[in-house]
């Protein structure tokens, strides 16, 4: 492991970091979100900013971007030091961000999402004409294959990806910062993303790239800083560094990555979608003819790329959405049009995606929240009225089996919770009903190592007792850790299963991308 | 929880307090003395028993209407169709009162119960455009307060016109009215019926809905958090026009207190003030039953002691409006005073 | 028939014109995300400004003091609107509370004002705008007379500030960032722009705006203050969302209860209107409304941002 060292170029001459940031200290109230962090990018590489979910990275780069100031610590370019107040002064200085979650206007069109802030004029008007004309040659010159004059609600997320790094060369900046690029790309897409950088680099920008998967900073990332916590913990050189290794500085500790499992002998069908056919947002077939069976005794994941029909499997599933044609077989009644309370009854249940939008009242207590789907029943409530300190007990019960840290115990209100909390709070939930089928998209999302770890462990836990799982998750990870078969889906349609022992992470990244098993790519 | 009240009722006191000096500076506009002009304007509205009973007659609407905002408000609703509902409401009690001869107790049941249909119908229409089309209630509602408006103006002359003017309705007979003998020489003559009971009634109906039932926990959620709710199994579209048929059934029995309780008979061509000041009583009350009943009763005051106030000085009595139209500003950015009360609290405790 | 339209045509527009203008004003403020509800009591501190101002002076000034009045008015609805932008953007508050806050003082304010100056609380003026034939156009046949008859030089100022609005919305940098903070505050935040200022800019506009309506009101058709309008801003607000956010199709939305207000109101002494009930003459465009926006529902151009305060933190 190798810390910070003196910049020297290949003939051993002393050069400025392009950018320095010197002991930036941030603070929230409540939290410090970057406590003295360092960070030194070298001109032409590609530096990797390491952390899990909370770290402080996104804090720390919008501050480089202008978006909030430091408390105290300074920011030097080229060796002078200069004061970031806005993302304005960040763009004139040549610091250019592409946001996790995409900055641009859904009714706009490319240019005009490019232009905005700094657009060209002729007297009074905008002059979209010329701006079209140098967003066309900057795509070409780069290769990044964009329509100026599409409206983003009709491109794809690749598309509009490649329209934030337009932002950036279109205000020609020289540094550039990525921040977690790669959630909502297919692997393929990622290696895409990787030569559009590498391209960048030969043309003389250089590259931060926030991240917490390890993967993709062995591939293409020159050094990587670690931050835990809002803490520098160092500065690797990444070609001389594992895995492993990063992964420690990252957590603070060993990391397994397999949970313990026995191999199970999965019994009869469960569930059975018989050529489901679902609309989407749009309007859309967002599933198209979609066929799987889940067993009783597995766990069942489901891999895909953002938005290609999994949202559809969740919805028609619980009764949210109208399925257009095809049937839901749960335990040999067909639930299709049963509306959700019942399904809920018959054994079904859900740990959403969004927690915050679906799975808690953020203004309710915990127990409530605890009784969210069963107020109704004996001994909570008897002839409409609802008996609370039978939901006190309920709430405290699943409280303490399930570990959730909470204030003022299960009378806290779920806003005071952190989302850790707040998600094992909803897994207990979930769980204490012993459902026959536990539907679970994206349970760990934004969560620590040791709550990961905790969930895993419960859903596995289920599935040991003879019960049934069906996970859905955008962490292919995830997915190969702890399912028993693997369900692939692009673009609506089921592409491929198999069993998780038999297969790893290429061959489901193809399938991903609707390229069968055997077939050539 | 406990803090959590305390914090929002403090909240609403100082919003009053910011009201009485917005007041008070517009008192010296009108080249009087302040403090005076306050001591008659609460004088005015407490000065001898019959005004007290004015004060909560006057009040009584007020509860009911802002008891229709605030539940709609618990509920996840805006509610600023509480003034058509009121006159539909009011309508239909009034229509009965005059076509029926029954005895008064019997009579006055079914108006009630005309006045909650009534109303409640008015609501239910923009809860069902709300859940099935998404319509925004705010332009929904007021769009029915128009249409009650009209309603009223042409219905009234058509069927039951007043003996001497074309502009109100005949006035309504002892068996209809909610006023009682009993009553009204307890108060020495003033303008309090049986509404005040009715009120108080509901009161505690309303918060053992809100805090005890089921249904008040449904509705809440909903209000809190629609997606949650209906991810949970709760009929989301029922519970919204649910909330709005309740809204709408309390906003109507403020109507029949208004017009057959308070009043003797219909005027057209008003939309009612009590429709806009309730939404500022559910405010000030922090949209908690109880809290609504203690704000009604301010409100009422500040209504019946203003006339007293404009006899003894100069002030105009738009200066009552005024205040409560500065109270509810007052209240909606209230999280100024909550950032720099939070602001002090922590310098006060850093110094420890 | 044609009789009947060229009747009912002058009274029609009279009503349109403070209306289109007062939604204008909405459409600024909600097209970069601050909902407005306020619109109604703007318009009256507008009616009131340019009465008390035309009052005084139209017998010092004959003839000008009607435009001092409009500009007077023009200035107080954009000072009155700062209440409800600090409210909505400084400090976050509820912007549908609020503007019911900004109608109930404007309301409750200029009648005490009122009753301070004049006693009865209504204010009177005595010359309003006179109606005038524009030279030449005016001798097209049927348009001319149509159009270029008897018209008030008001509704040409709201027409070409009807044109100007068009233009600034959709070809100027400042209406495409105006625009952005409507749809998403936080992608104009990163390009810079700062969303608390235009939005500030976008609510002055709309109290201008609207109590330039007010004032229109007084000086047409109106002639006197009395404390209300009627509705008005809220039918403005309507207009706003009838018309999906875009000019056009509020000058479509404003004239279309210009016509059904003004036929409900002529219908007695109109033969042919007279069968028609009056209260579904009246109750008409309200109805008409309710089920405009049940259609308007499923592709409703709202301003995905409007209603909802900006904040920096949340990414």
Same mark, same amino acid.
């Given at each position: 492991m190798i810390l910070s060292e003196d910049v020297v170029d290949k003939g051993g001459v002393a050069m400025e970091y392009v950018v320095e940031m010197q002991k930036i200290r941030k603070e929230f109230p409540g939290v410090? #979100?970057?406590?003295d962090i360092t960070l030194q990018l070298k001109k032409g590489e590609i530096h990797a900013l390491l952390g899990e979910n909370g770290a402080g990275k996104s804090t720390l780069m919008s501050i480089l971007f202008g978006l909030y100031q430091p408390d105290s610590g300074s920011i030097s370019l080229g060796g002078k030091k200069v004061n970031i107040s806005n993302p304005n002064i960040a763009n004139d200085l040549g610091i250019g961000m592409v946001h996790q979650h995409f900055k641009l206007v859904?009714?706009?069109t490319v240019t005009e999402n490019i232009i905005l802030g700094i657009e060209p004029t002729r007297g009074l008007m905008v002059d979209t004409d010329s701006a079209a004309k140098r967003i066309k040659e900057l795509s070409e010159k780069y290769k990044l294959?964009?329509?100026?004059? #599409?409206?983003i609600y009709d491109i794809s997320v690749g598309m509009q990806q490649r329209v934030e790094i337009l932002k950036m060369l279109y205000r020609s900046a020289d540094i550039l910062i990525f921040d977690e690029?790669?959630?909502?790309?297919t692997p393929q897409e990622v290696q895409e993303l990787m030569k559009i950088m590498g391209n960048l680099i030969t043309e003389g920008k250089s590259i931060i790239l926030i991240t917490h998967k390890l993967k993709e900073i062995k591939a293409i990332a020159d050094r990587c800083t670690v931050i835990r916590r809002g803490k520098h913990i160092g500065t690797v050189d990444v070609a001389s560094t594992s895995g492993e290794e990063l992964a420690e500085m990252m957590v603070g500790r060993k990391v397994s990555f397999k949970v313990d499992k026995n191999k199970m002998e999965s019994g009869e069908v469960i569930l059975s979608l018989e050529n489901l056919s679902v609309r989407n947002i749009h309007g859309v077939?967002?599933?198209?003819n979609f066929s799987l069976d889940i067993c009783w005794g597995e766990i069942l994941g489901i891999a895909g790329v953002?938005?290609?029909g999994q949202s559809e499997i969740v919805e028609s599933l619980l009764g949210l959405k109208k399925v257009e044609s095809g049937r839901i077989l749960f335990r040999g009644m067909d639930?299709?049009?049963?509306?959700i309370r019942e399904r809920i009854n018959k054994g079904l249940s859900h740990i959403p995606e969004d927690r915050h939008r679906d799975g808690l009242?953020?203004?309710?207590?915990l127990e409530e929240n605890m009784i969210l789907?069963?107020?109704?029943q004996e001994p909570l409530s008897r002839n409409g009225l609802i008996n609370w300190d039978k939901v006190h007990q309920y709430g405290e019960k699943i409280i303490n089996d399930f570990d959730v840290r909470a204030g003022?115990?299960? *009378? *806290?209100? #779920?806003? *005071?919770?952190s989302g850790g909390n707040q998600q094992k709070a909803i897994v207990g939930r979930e769980i204490d009903r012993d459902p026959d089928l536990l539907i679970a998209v994206?349970?760990?999302?934004?969560?620590d190592v040791g709550a990961i770890e905790y969930i895993h462990k419960r859903l596995v836990e289920q599935r040991n007792r003879g019960k049934a799982v069906l996970l859905i998750s955008l962490e292919l990870d995830e997915i190969l850790d702890i399912s028993d078969r693997i369900a692939c889906i692009n673009n609506g349609e089921l592409v491929d299963i198999v069993n998780a022992d038999e297969t790893n992470e290429n061959e489901v990244g193809l399938m991903m991308a609707g390229i069968k098993r055997g077939a050539t790519a | 929880m406990k803090i959590k009240f305390n914090n929002e009722y403090f909240l609403s006191l100082i919003a009053v307090v910011l009201g009485l000096i917005a007041g008070s500076i517009l008192m010296l506009v009108a080249k009087s003395n302040p403090v005076e002009g306050y001591i008659y304007l609460f004088q005015g509205g407490t000065m001898n028993i019959e005004r007290i009973g004015n004060s909560l007659a006057t009040a009584t609407p007020l509860i009911f209407t802002g008891l229709s905002v605030a539940f709609a408000f618990k509920t996840g609703?805006?509610?600023?169709?509480a003034a058509g509902q009121m006159l539909i409401g009011g309508l239909c009690s009034t229509a009965i009162g005059l076509t029926f001869a029954w005895p008064k107790p019997i009579l006055l049941i079914v108006m009630l119960l005309a006045a909650m249909i009534g109303g409640g119908l008015w609501g239910a229409l923009p809860g069902l455009l709300k859940s099935k089309?998404?319509?925004?209630e705010v332009v929904s509602t007021i769009m029915m307060n128009w249409i009650a408006y009209w309603t009223v103006y042409y219905t009234i002359p058509a069927y039951f016109k007043g003996q001497f003017l074309e502009t109100e309705s005949r006035r309504i007979p002892y068996e209809a009215s909610l006023k009682v003998p009993w009553l009204t020489d307890l108060f020495y003559g003033?303008?309090?019926?049986l509404g005040l009971f009715l009120a108080i009634l509901f009161v505690i109906i309303i918060a053992f809905i809100l805090n005890k039932t089921t249904l008040g926990y449904e509705l809440k959620a909903v209000g809190y958090n629609r997606h949650a709710a209906e991810t949970a199994g709760i009929n989301v579209n029922r519970s919204i026009i649910l909330s709005m048929v309740i809204a709408g059934a309390l906003a109507g029995l403020a109507g029949a207190t208004f017009y057959v309780?308070?009043?003797?008979n219909m005027q057209i061509g008003v939309l009612p003030s009590h429709g806009f000041d309730g939404i500022a009583v559910a405010l000030l009350g922090a949209n908690s039953p109880v809290g609504v009943m203690v704000s009604a009763i301010f409100f009422g005051l500040l209504h019946t002691g203003k006339g007293f106030m404009n006899a003894m000085t100069?002030?105009?009595?738009?200066i009552a409006d005024t205040i409560i139209a500065t109270i509810i500003y007052f209240s909606a950015t209230s999280i100024l005073i909550q950032r720099n009360w939070d602001k002090l609290k922590k310098k006060l405790g850093g110094a420890k | 028939m044609l009789s009947v339209i060229l009747l009912i045509f002058p009274y029609a527009i009279a009503f349109t014109i403070p209306l289109l203008i007062t939604s204008l004003g909405g459409l600024f403020s909600e097209r970069s995300g601050v909902v407005n509800i306020g619109l109604e009591g703007l318009m009256v501190i507008g009616m009131f400004t340019g009465a008390i101002v035309i009052s005084q002076l139209e017998f010092i000034y004959p003839g000008t003091a009607i435009w001092i009045g409009l500009l007077a008015a023009f200035i107080a609805g954009a000072a009155f609107s700062l209440l409800h932008a600090f409210a909505c953007?400084? !400090?976050?508050?509820?912007q549908v509370i609020s503007g019911i806050a900004i109608n109930m003082m404007a309301g409750a304010l200029t009648t005490f004002l009122a009753r301070n100056i004049t006693g009865s609380g209504n204010i009177q003026i005595v010359h309003g705008m006179a109606r005038q034939n524009i030279n !030449? !156009?005016?001798?097209?046949?049927i348009l001319g007379k149509l159009?270029?008859?008897?018209?008030?030089s008001t509704t040409w100022l709201v027409l070409s500030i009807l044109l100007i609005s068009w233009f600034v919305l959709y070809r100027t940098a400042f209406g495409l960032r105006l625009r952005a903070c409507g749809e998403h505050p936080h992608a104009a935040d990163s390009a810079g722009i700062n969303v608390y200022v235009m939005r500030y800019i976008a609510v002055m506009i709309s109290g201008a705006f609207a109590g330039l309506g007010g004032a229109i009101v007084i000086v047409t058709y109106?002639?006197?203050?009395?404390?209300? @309008?009627a509705g008005l801003g809220f039918l403005a607000l309507a207009s706003l969302i009838f018309g999906q956010w875009k000019p056009l199709g509020i000058l479509a939305a404003t004239l279309f209860f210009g016509f059904a207000s003004t036929v409900a109101n002529v219908s007695q002494v109109i033969p042919l209107l007279a069968i028609i009930p009056g209260i579904l003459l009246k109750t008409f465009p309200y109805v008409f409304t309710l089920i405009a926006l049940v259609l308007f529902s499923k592709s409703s151009q709202a301003p995905? @941002?409007?209603g909802e305060p900006y904040d920096k933190g949340k990414r």
């Amino acid at each position: 492991m190798i810390l910070s060292e003196d910049v020297v170029d290949k003939g051993g001459v002393a050069m400025e970091y392009v950018v320095e940031m010197q002991k930036i200290r941030k603070e929230f109230p409540g939290v410090v #979100a970057c406590d003295d962090i360092t960070l030194q990018l070298k001109k032409g590489e590609i530096h990797a900013l390491l952390g899990e979910n909370g770290a402080g990275k996104s804090t720390l780069m919008s501050i480089l971007f202008g978006l909030y100031q430091p408390d105290s610590g300074s920011i030097s370019l080229g060796g002078k030091k200069v004061n970031i107040s806005n993302p304005n002064i960040a763009n004139d200085l040549g610091i250019g961000m592409v946001h996790q979650h995409f900055k641009l206007v859904h009714n706009f069109t490319v240019t005009e999402n490019i232009i905005l802030g700094i657009e060209p004029t002729r007297g009074l008007m905008v002059d979209t004409d010329s701006a079209a004309k140098r967003i066309k040659e900057l795509s070409e010159k780069y290769k990044l294959n964009v329509n100026p004059h #599409a409206k983003i609600y009709d491109i794809s997320v690749g598309m509009q990806q490649r329209v934030e790094i337009l932002k950036m060369l279109y205000r020609s900046a020289d540094i550039l910062i990525f921040d977690e690029p790669t959630s909502v790309l297919t692997p393929q897409e990622v290696q895409e993303l990787m030569k559009i950088m590498g391209n960048l680099i030969t043309e003389g920008k250089s590259i931060i790239l926030i991240t917490h998967k390890l993967k993709e900073i062995k591939a293409i990332a020159d050094r990587c800083t670690v931050i835990r916590r809002g803490k520098h913990i160092g500065t690797v050189d990444v070609a001389s560094t594992s895995g492993e290794e990063l992964a420690e500085m990252m957590v603070g500790r060993k990391v397994s990555f397999k949970v313990d499992k026995n191999k199970m002998e999965s019994g009869e069908v469960i569930l059975s979608l018989e050529n489901l056919s679902v609309r989407n947002i749009h309007g859309v077939l967002g599933l198209k003819n979609f066929s799987l069976d889940i067993c009783w005794g597995e766990i069942l994941g489901i891999a895909g790329v953002d938005g290609n029909g999994q949202s559809e499997i969740v919805e028609s599933l619980l009764g949210l959405k109208k399925v257009e044609s095809g049937r839901i077989l749960f335990r040999g009644m067909d639930i299709t049009n049963l509306p959700i309370r019942e399904r809920i009854n018959k054994g079904l249940s859900h740990i959403p995606e969004d927690r915050h939008r679906d799975g808690l009242i953020l203004d309710y207590t915990l127990e409530e929240n605890m009784i969210l789907m069963v107020y109704y029943q004996e001994p909570l409530s008897r002839n409409g009225l609802i008996n609370w300190d039978k939901v006190h007990q309920y709430g405290e019960k699943i409280i303490n089996d399930f570990d959730v840290r909470a204030g003022q115990g299960s *009378s *806290s209100l #779920a806003r *005071s919770l952190s989302g850790g909390n707040q998600q094992k709070a909803i897994v207990g939930r979930e769980i204490d009903r012993d459902p026959d089928l536990l539907i679970a998209v994206q349970p760990t999302r934004g969560l620590d190592v040791g709550a990961i770890e905790y969930i895993h462990k419960r859903l596995v836990e289920q599935r040991n007792r003879g019960k049934a799982v069906l996970l859905i998750s955008l962490e292919l990870d995830e997915i190969l850790d702890i399912s028993d078969r693997i369900a692939c889906i692009n673009n609506g349609e089921l592409v491929d299963i198999v069993n998780a022992d038999e297969t790893n992470e290429n061959e489901v990244g193809l399938m991903m991308a609707g390229i069968k098993r055997g077939a050539t790519a | 929880m406990k803090i959590k009240f305390n914090n929002e009722y403090f909240l609403s006191l100082i919003a009053v307090v910011l009201g009485l000096i917005a007041g008070s500076i517009l008192m010296l506009v009108a080249k009087s003395n302040p403090v005076e002009g306050y001591i008659y304007l609460f004088q005015g509205g407490t000065m001898n028993i019959e005004r007290i009973g004015n004060s909560l007659a006057t009040a009584t609407p007020l509860i009911f209407t802002g008891l229709s905002v605030a539940f709609a408000f618990k509920t996840g609703l805006f509610n600023i169709g509480a003034a058509g509902q009121m006159l539909i409401g009011g309508l239909c009690s009034t229509a009965i009162g005059l076509t029926f001869a029954w005895p008064k107790p019997i009579l006055l049941i079914v108006m009630l119960l005309a006045a909650m249909i009534g109303g409640g119908l008015w609501g239910a229409l923009p809860g069902l455009l709300k859940s099935k089309y998404n319509v925004h209630e705010v332009v929904s509602t007021i769009m029915m307060n128009w249409i009650a408006y009209w309603t009223v103006y042409y219905t009234i002359p058509a069927y039951f016109k007043g003996q001497f003017l074309e502009t109100e309705s005949r006035r309504i007979p002892y068996e209809a009215s909610l006023k009682v003998p009993w009553l009204t020489d307890l108060f020495y003559g003033s303008y309090i019926n049986l509404g005040l009971f009715l009120a108080i009634l509901f009161v505690i109906i309303i918060a053992f809905i809100l805090n005890k039932t089921t249904l008040g926990y449904e509705l809440k959620a909903v209000g809190y958090n629609r997606h949650a709710a209906e991810t949970a199994g709760i009929n989301v579209n029922r519970s919204i026009i649910l909330s709005m048929v309740i809204a709408g059934a309390l906003a109507g029995l403020a109507g029949a207190t208004f017009y057959v309780g308070y009043a003797s008979n219909m005027q057209i061509g008003v939309l009612p003030s009590h429709g806009f000041d309730g939404i500022a009583v559910a405010l000030l009350g922090a949209n908690s039953p109880v809290g609504v009943m203690v704000s009604a009763i301010f409100f009422g005051l500040l209504h019946t002691g203003k006339g007293f106030m404009n006899a003894m000085t100069s002030i105009p009595p738009e200066i009552a409006d005024t205040i409560i139209a500065t109270i509810i500003y007052f209240s909606a950015t209230s999280i100024l005073i909550q950032r720099n009360w939070d602001k002090l609290k922590k310098k006060l405790g850093g110094a420890k | 028939m044609l009789s009947v339209i060229l009747l009912i045509f002058p009274y029609a527009i009279a009503f349109t014109i403070p209306l289109l203008i007062t939604s204008l004003g909405g459409l600024f403020s909600e097209r970069s995300g601050v909902v407005n509800i306020g619109l109604e009591g703007l318009m009256v501190i507008g009616m009131f400004t340019g009465a008390i101002v035309i009052s005084q002076l139209e017998f010092i000034y004959p003839g000008t003091a009607i435009w001092i009045g409009l500009l007077a008015a023009f200035i107080a609805g954009a000072a009155f609107s700062l209440l409800h932008a600090f409210a909505c953007i400084t !400090l976050n508050a509820n912007q549908v509370i609020s503007g019911i806050a900004i109608n109930m003082m404007a309301g409750a304010l200029t009648t005490f004002l009122a009753r301070n100056i004049t006693g009865s609380g209504n204010i009177q003026i005595v010359h309003g705008m006179a109606r005038q034939n524009i030279n !030449l !156009l005016s001798d097209i046949p049927i348009l001319g007379k149509l159009f270029f008859t008897t018209s008030y030089s008001t509704t040409w100022l709201v027409l070409s500030i009807l044109l100007i609005s068009w233009f600034v919305l959709y070809r100027t940098a400042f209406g495409l960032r105006l625009r952005a903070c409507g749809e998403h505050p936080h992608a104009a935040d990163s390009a810079g722009i700062n969303v608390y200022v235009m939005r500030y800019i976008a609510v002055m506009i709309s109290g201008a705006f609207a109590g330039l309506g007010g004032a229109i009101v007084i000086v047409t058709y109106s002639g006197e203050f009395n404390g209300t @309008a009627a509705g008005l801003g809220f039918l403005a607000l309507a207009s706003l969302i009838f018309g999906q956010w875009k000019p056009l199709g509020i000058l479509a939305a404003t004239l279309f209860f210009g016509f059904a207000s003004t036929v409900a109101n002529v219908s007695q002494v109109i033969p042919l209107l007279a069968i028609i009930p009056g209260i579904l003459l009246k109750t008409f465009p309200y109805v008409f409304t309710l089920i405009a926006l049940v259609l308007f529902s499923k592709s409703s151009q709202a301003p995905k @941002a409007a209603g909802e305060p900006y904040d920096k933190g949340k990414r």
